[in-house]
């Protein structure tokens, strides 16, 4: 049995199959999955989406890299979508200097208000590094966001990064990143990642697993993502699914 800790179901390529999307689910024994919240205008259709079945829950956030010049989201508005009880986290907030040009003061802006937010509210983050590893770990200590706690999702970082993620608190996820011919600096990170500090994920509908790269990602697809940690790790896929399961089960409160 495996989570899907982080996707996207409100996204068209799988919201306009979602029955068939839960079915493969089933079929492949992905018991739940978290799909994310990216922006204040589409959080109704997260929240719709997990609210379609039991096994579906969601996160309450803005994606570092969505620029608004108009309008920021607020403590008070993320600590409101927080108190329904199919949001389980807070995010994807983070850093992400990939796309972005001159000053960047404003995705810090947010993300110190998305861990203050996660402090009060006493959820988990999901935090989005790009580029963006050495500011990212400051403000996570600056801000105190040990205390909710979290995971680095799709995580590509050095190994250096991932250690000082966890010694915050935090846990690693692995998406079908680890799973690709080139990614051998990534592989060596799972390596040396404890296995009961780690989660998978798809981040569907992108980066599809081997060997289904190339296609739209669905949440049925995440046991290849744990078979690539397995490998990476000279362990079972039963040892992934097993910890990793339980590991998101206990980080989201399923």
Not at 32 to 59: D, F, K, M, Q, Y
Not at 142 to 165: K, L, N, S
Not at 191 to 198: I, K, S
Not at 237 to 247: G, I, K
Request: hydrophobic share 40%; glycine share 8%; net charge negative.
């Amino acid at each position: 049995m495996l989570v899907d800790s982080h996707c996207h179901l409100d996204f068209p390529e799988l919201r306009s199959d979602l029955a068939g999307v839960l079915s493969r689910m089933g079929d492949n024994g992905v018991t739940h999955a978290l799909t994310i919240s990216t922006t204040l205008e589409t959080w109704p259709a997260v929240r719709e989406v997990a609210g379609a079945s039991a096994n579906l829950w969601c996160s309450a956030g803005v994606h570092p890299d969505e620029r608004r010049d108009d309008r920021e989201a607020t403590l008070e508005d993320l600590l409101a979508m927080a108190r329904d009880d199919k949001v389980v986290a807070i995010g994807e907030t983070g850093l992400d200097y990939f796309r972005v040009e001159g000053d960047t003061g404003w995705q810090r802006e947010r993300f110190r208000t998305h861990i203050r937010a996660a402090r009060k509210c006493g959820k988990p983050l999901v935090i989005h590094t790009r580029n963006a590893a050495e500011d990212t770990i400051r403000i996570m200590r600056e801000e105190g966001a040990a205390e909710a706690g979290g995971v680095m999702h799709c995580f590509t970082e050095t190994w250096e990064v991932a250690e000082a993620a966890i010694a915050e608190g935090f846990h690693i996820s692995f998406s079908g990143i680890v799973t690709f011919k080139n990614a051998v600096a990534l592989k060596e990170v799972a390596r040396r990642v404890p296995l009961e500090r780690m989660l998978v994920e798809t981040d569907s509908p992108y980066l599809a697993p081997v060997p289904n790269r190339g296609r739209p990602n669905r949440p049925g697809w995440v046991p290849l993502v744990g078979a690539g940690v397995a490998m990476a790790k000279g362990v079972t896929t039963e040892a992934v699914e097993a910890a990793t399961h339980s590991t998101a089960e206990q980080v989201f409160s399923l």
